[in-house]
Structures are given as structure tokens and as C-alpha cells.
């Protein structure tokens, strides 16, 4: 529980390089992550998806921050937050989540060194980011409990 998670918002688009910042940028931490950065910019890859509760939303990083991701999303739901490698057998069921992955600027959260991108519908982004942001608050309640326990 030692690792701490940044929930910086950014907006990238398409073939914008994340370590270097635009001015609409300026004063965010530069994505250090070779993974990340190369799946970001990758415009044909293939998106993992994000299971919790009753959302199937694609994502994109590299494994080991959509994992982190996945953690801290996962302290917002009763069932299991799960990110899969390949399309959902009942796919993506928000029509505009579909059209999404077309849309040429999608927000990118801040995992870390890395980052997450949340490619689907503006409703479904906001309740993902919400849910990323709660979750970073219980993780550092619970963190400051265990802390304060030992």
C-alpha cells in the first residue's frame, strides 16, 4: 500500500507527444513511461477494458498502470474491478462509447509515472474519473489508518 497514485487529468490528442507538454499543459508531470507513451500514441492499438459494476469502458496504458488503475477504481465497488485484453463478450454496451474511440481528444489520467486514458462517452469518463478519485481517497484513508495503527 506504499504506492502513491497521482490523478492528474490531461487532455491529449492523437500523436501529441505526453512528455512534452503543450501550454494548455504546462505544470503537468511529464508521462515517464515508455509503455504508456508508446500505447497513447499508437493510433490503431487495440484498447483494454475497464469491468466495474455495470460499465465496460476501453482504456488505454501500458499493463502495469492499468493494473494500478484497476486497484484504485476497484476500492469505489462491492464487485471486482477487472480490465481485460480483448473485447468483452457482450462488447461495449453505451452507444457513445462506441463512437468514442473515434473522438480525437479523450482525457488521460496520471497513474504514477504513467497513464490512462478513458475512451468513451463524456457521462461514462466523468463516473470513471470520479470513481479513480474516490478510490484515491479511501486508498490514503486506509493508508493513513494503517499507518496510524502501527
Known amino acids: 500500500m506504499g504506492d502513491q497514485f497521482t490523478g ?15 501550454d494548455e499543459h504546462e505544470g503537468y508531470p511529464p508521462i515517464r513511461c515508455d509503455a504508456c507513451r508508446s500505447a497513447l500514441r499508437s493510433p490503431d492499438g487495440m484498447p483494454s477494458f475497464l469491468l466495474l459494476d455495470q460499465l465496460t469502458v476501453p482504456v488505454v ?12 477504481c476497484g476500492y469505489t465497488t462491492t ?6 485484453n480483448h473485447r468483452p463478450a457482450g462488447g461495449v454496451g453505451c452507444p457513445s462509447c462506441h463512437l468514442a474511440l473515434h473522438n480525437p481528444r479523450q482525457p488521460v489520467i ?3 509515472d504513467g497513464a490512462v486514458a478513458v475512451l468513451a462517452c463524456p457521462r461514462h469518463q466523468s463516473e470513471i474519473i470520479n470513481r479513480f478519485h474516490r478510490g484515491l481517497d479511501t486508498q490514503q484513508q486506509l493508508t493513513a489508518e494503517f499507518d496510524i495503527l502501527s
Open 8 to 22: 492528474t487529468l490531461l487532455t491529449m490528442n492523437p500523436g501529441e507527444s505526453p512528455q512534452q507538454p503543450t
Open 61 to 72: 496504458g501500458c499493463t502495469a498502470h492499468l493494473t494500478q488503475f484497476r486497484s484504485v
Open 79 to 84: 464487485a471486482t474491478a477487472e480490465i481485460l
Open 110 to 112: 496520471q497513474v504514477q
